[in-house]
């Protein structure tokens, strides 16, 4: 098993170190150190309970971690909140997916990042210039969808996906976190969302991956940490690993 290593600073675009996370008396994670290279797929794998989900949400603002440090894109970053994180370049896409149903595909594509026009004193929704952009960034991912005025209510499993991954990268963030994106999909939109992935790689977006899928993190990742009852377990780079080491170091057996 190797020991969670150490890469120079200036090629981590995230890294922590120390961090834990208590919830009340239960211990969601601790004394975690953990990095992100630009430019790779970083995956975090683990068996259910095993705290990926509470890490990533201590890593962009939405739970403070109780110890620990944060640096994102060189800086020593503690994220108050979720807003901090997107503002510095972090865009997440939750387990739980946050598109509103009633609103077509443009405007969720630009919920909370309405573009607005000014004259004089007078504030506009530029409506025109939401919908071009919104076309833009869903052909630049290769994105199908019926209609950018479709309700999103109506789409597939796989194009909602596809909709929260492109309101995650539209922004031009410089790391993409996905929490499971795919736990919910078919095999055809699975796909999709894996080719999407690595269309953010090829423009150089770091992407923290979070999955069970063995197979999926050793086509899509660079590097590979396991997360074990609370603990970083392991890392190994994911063209020098088995699916049987995976197994093995997720449930404790290597
Ligand atoms: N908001 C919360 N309140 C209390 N316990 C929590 C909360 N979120 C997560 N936990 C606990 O933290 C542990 C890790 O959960 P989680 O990070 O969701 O694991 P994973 O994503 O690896 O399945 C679990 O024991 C879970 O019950
Ligand atoms: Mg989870």
């Known amino acids: 098993m190797s020991a969670p290593h150490h890469i120079p600073a200036a090629e981590a675009i995230i890294a922590c170190e120390g961090l834990s996370k208590h919830f009340g008396g239960i211990r969601a994670f601790t004394d975690v150190a953990f990095q992100a290279r630009r430019g790779e797929v970083t995956a975090v794998i683990g068996d259910n309970g095993a705290g990926k989900s509470t890490l990533i949400r201590s890593l962009v603002g939405v739970h403070q971690p109780d110890t620990g440090n944060l640096f994102f894109d060189g800086r020593a970053r503690p994220f108050a909140n979720p807003d901090e994180a997107r503002k510095a370049g972090i865009e997440t896409v939750h387990q739980n997916l946050a598109l509103i149903d009633e609103l077509t595909v443009a405007q969720n594509l630009f919920l909370n990042r309405e573009i607005v026009r ?121 063209s020098e690993t088995s699916g049987n080491e995976l197994v093995a170091l997720v449930t404790g057996a290597a």
């Not at 991912?141 to 309101?167: D, E, F, K, T, Y």
């Not at 996905?178 to 423009?203: F, K």
């Open 118 to 238: 000014r004259i004089g004193p007078f504030a506009f929704l530029d409506r025109k210039a939401m919908k071009r952009e919104a076309r833009s960034m869903l052909s630049r991912l290769s994105i199908n969808v019926p209609s950018i005025n479709q309700r999103v209510r109506r789409l597939s499993g796989g194009q909602r996906q596809a909709i929260s991954i492109c309101r995650a990268v539209g922004s031009g963030a410089k790391l993409v976190v996905m929490d499971e994106p795919t736990a919910a999909l078919g095999v055809q939109e699975t796909a999709n969302v894996e080719a999407l992935i690595r269309r953010l790689r090829e423009q150089s977006v770091s992407v923290i991956l979070v999955s069970h899928n063995f197979d999926q993190v050793r086509r899509l990742s660079d590097q590979i940490w396991v997360m074990r009852a609370g603990k970083m377990a392991a890392t190994v780079r994911a």
